[in-house]
Structure formats: structure tokens, C-alpha cells
């Protein structure tokens, strides 16, 4: 079975096993994780174990932080503004697609936000204006941007310029996929459930001059400052979904880490668009240069097939293809834990439809 579903997703195979073997009885503490205290010496040591990991993986410098949250990617909208958006101030907010536009419903509850439309859409096909001509306004508190739109399939995959206005990136569909310059970030937030572990596990990684703005009626659940000096500890965190990604972060390590893991998100993106655009019984909307590597949305020419298609996928072991119901049409996400092999196998069943449907 391979599950393409864009989020909560599949966790790589060894990590679910290792979780198996270890449920009941964690280090030899006759517990499971679960079960442990999150103040204990054990949950401690594993948590920063997870912390120097994922700080190794993804090289974050010295003065970012790393916190380990609640509340998902949108917890984190309303979070970004109540801590780095104080009054008087307007942020930047880039829109390329459904989850930017959503942050920003959110931001503006809290500030003045100013859009930014940076998508183009010429003959059907979108792509994102190059960061150059985003004009960002140089006294904005923060810049906002999405690079990789999960819904719509669009990425981003240079870091946008933004000289002393901090950037912030909304990374909750791209984060580990492949290397990225920290240092180039304010501030950069991930929900967990695609390539770091299960739902209700959200990290932010933080430059240290952005923690302490927040606004007076900021929730503490939400406050970067009382998250940071408490060690994400203030309530108590989702601790499982905290073991569950230190054991993604060992895996990605042992894999080779994120270039390794980045050279196998390109094999895997390359065969399902080179399937696609030598296919005149497919295709996909997105210009080549802002395709994700994460989720590939893709559609029939015939769209009156759809439903026989993902049933006909579903029997094949090929699960939640269907698109989001904004776009339409399929989408396949194929987040770090899809293999090789479900991608191939995804292009071998679409290749039969396609002659069968003819
Ligand atoms: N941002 C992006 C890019 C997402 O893909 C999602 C969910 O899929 C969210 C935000 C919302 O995350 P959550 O459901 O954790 O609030």
C-alpha cells in the first residue's frame, strides 16, 4: 500500500517499526514514552537529543531557537503575528496559493497586513513572480511566505531577499526535504505531519532578537518568549509526537541526511512530471520552474474518468489521490517516507489507465 495523502501522512516504514517494537516498554523503563513524565530526566534527554538532531540536520545556528509546540501550522498563524507584529506596525504577507491566503485571515485578526499577489496565471498555467518584484515594504515587521503550497502544488525553491526585514517562512509541507539556509530566516514554522512525525506537533525555529515582542494578550500556549525559557515545557508538550520525530531525525541522519534526502525527493518528483508531461492523457497546471516536489497535483484530459480513476488506484493499493476539492483533479503528495518504488508504481498504474481509457 502506498499512501499519497498530503497530510496527516505516512511516517517512514523503520520509524513505525521501531515504534512498534519499543510501544509498550521505552529504554528499558518498563513504560511506554507516552507515560513518562515530560519533566523526567528520561523524556528530558530524549527531547534534547531530538532538539541537536533535528539542529544538526537542518545546520540551525547558535542564536535560533527551537521550539517544540502545539496548535499546527495554523496555531502558528495566529502565533507569528501576536509575537512579532506590534501595534503600529504592518507585515508583508506574499500569497502564492491557499495556505498563504489562509495565514493571512488569520494575521489580520491580530495587525495590519498588507498583501502581496505574487502568482501569475497566463494560459492556465500559474507561476510564482520572481521575489525581486514583491516591493516589500523596508519597514515591515516580518515578511510571510508559504514555499511550498500544499493544496495547489507550488513551491518555491529560492530564498526570497529581504534585507533587514526578518522573513518568515511557513515551511509546514517542505521542511526536511531538502537542505535550506537557516540563517536567511526570522523565523520558520512547520506543522508536523508530513515530514516530521504524527499531528499535534508543531516546530518553530526562531532568531533569538525576534522572541520577546509579543503582544500583551498573546495566550502563553502560543508565546514564543514562555515557550523558549521554559524548554517548550511550559505545558506539557505532546510528548509522543516529540519521540515519534526524534526517531525521523535518526532515520534522515542515517539515510545521509538532507542532501541525501533531497537528491531522493528530485527522483522521485522527476519520474511522476516526466510520466505526466510525456503524456497527452495527463497534465498539471503549474509552470516547471515552482513545480512542487511535494505535492503533485495532476489532472485527466477526460475529467468524467476521475472517480473510476481513483477507485481503479485504491484496488492497486494507491490511496487518497484525489485532489484537494479547490483544485480539483488528483494530487499525489509524496512526502520523505514515500519511496521510490510507490512513485514508480503510481506511474506504471496511470500509464495502464491511460491505454485502457483511450
Ligand atoms: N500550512 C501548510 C503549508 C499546510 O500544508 C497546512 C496543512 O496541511 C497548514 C498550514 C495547516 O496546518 P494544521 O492543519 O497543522 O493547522
New binding site residues.
Partial sequence: IFNFC??PAMLPKPVMQQAQSEFLNWNNTGCSVMELSHRGSEFMQLASDAEADLRELLNIPDNYKVLFCH???????AAVPLNLLGAGKTADYVVTGS?SK??VSEAEKFGNVRVIDAVNEHEGVKTVLPSEHWRISKDAAFVHY?P????DGIEIFDIPETGDVPLVA????TILSRPIDVSKFGLIYA?A??NIGP?GL?IVIVRDDLIGQQQTATPVILDYKMTSDNDSMFNTPPTYAWYLASLVFQWLKDLGGLDMMAKLNQDKAQCLYNYIDSSDFYYNKIAIKNRSSMNIPFFLNDDSLNSEFLAEAKTNGLLALKGHRIVGGMRASIYNAMPLEGVQALVSFMQQFAKRNK
Fill in positions: 498530503a497530510g496548535g499546527g501550522g495554523r496555531g502558528q498563524f495556505w489562509s495565514a508559504c511550498n503550497e500544499t493544496v511557513d515551511m509546514s509541507s506543522g505531519q508530513k499531528s508543531t
